[in-house]
């Protein structure tokens, strides 16, 4: 089955500095990575998505990219803000709707 | 609005008990599912439910039932509970979800399970 491994499991970023959270996926299969941000206490929320058929999405201060032959994808928060302070999983689904998460970057962004 | 609701938010209770957990969503999404996270945060899919037939059924024990009154609704029922089942649990829905379709799935707020 498909296999998620996400890196850093802990992030620490100055307010308005970058922050890149990297995944890497095993089944050449998964077509559709979600990314999502969980605050203590709620569930994860999607904050961006891409599917395999587009290699780079940027939605305001958020990006993501795919590389398809390398099987990884990266998130990036440019300007980072207090309120980016929160748990953020990368996933990759397969065909078919299964979600496989990776472990999980907590982000603390320090004023 | 809602869009995908969980009761209850906190759920305690003794081992061996048996316990049942509602999943409601408003977005007319035609597939559910329910997802378990650890107390390491980590997140790994249980079922899923396409217009009330069972797609995904991950290794989990039999005491773990999933049911499905209609599209809108799924509901987690566990029997003889025991100490490792405590963990949140999420509902999520999706548009799609059965067949080649990979469709975004939306999360509720979460159950949190403590087992006594």
């Known amino acids: 089955g498909e296999n998620v491994e996400q890196h850093p499991s802990t992030l620490s970023v100055q307010e308005g500095d970058s922050a890149v959270i990297k995944c890497t996926y095993s089944?050449?299969?998964?077509?559709?990575f979600p990314w999502y941000k969980q605050e203590l206490g709620k569930g994860p929320q999607l904050i961006i998505d891409?599917?395999?058929?587009?290699g780079e999405k940027k939605d305001q201060r958020i990006a993501v990219t795919l590389n398809k032959t390398a099987k990884h994808f990266s998130l990036h928060i440019t300007e980072t803000q207090p309120e980016d302070s929160a748990v953020y999983f990368c996933?990759?689904?397969?065909?078919?709707?299964?979600?496989?998460f990776g472990g999980g970057t907590r982000v603390l962004v320090k004023p | 609005d809602t869009a995908v609701s969980q009761t209850p938010k906190y759920l305690v209770t003794q081992m061996g008990n048996d316990k049942s957990i509602k999943c409601e969503q408003n977005?007319?999404?035609?597939?559910m599912y329910w997802y378990k996270q650890d107390s390491k945060k980590f997140l790994k899919i249980m079922f899923s439910?396409?217009?009330?037939?069972?797609?995904i059924n991950e290794t989990v024990p039999n005491r773990f039932s999933p049911k499905s009154p209609d599209k809108a609704h799924l509901n987690l029922h566990i029997n003889s509970l025991e100490l490792g089942d405590s963990a949140v649990y999420f509902c999520?829905?999706?548009?799609?979800?059965?067949?080649?379709?990979?469709?975004?799935?939306?999360f509720g707020p979460g159950t949190r399970l403590t087992v006594l």
């Open positions: 891409i599917r395999s058929n587009v």
């Open positions: 089944d050449s299969a998964s077509n559709y």
């Open positions: 996933a990759a689904s397969t065909p078919g709707n299964k979600l496989t």
């Open positions: 977005l007319g999404h035609d597939t």
């Open positions: 999520a829905s999706s548009q799609g979800g059965g067949g080649w379709r990979t469709d975004t799935q939306y």
């Open positions: 439910y396409n217009n009330k037939e069972l797609i």
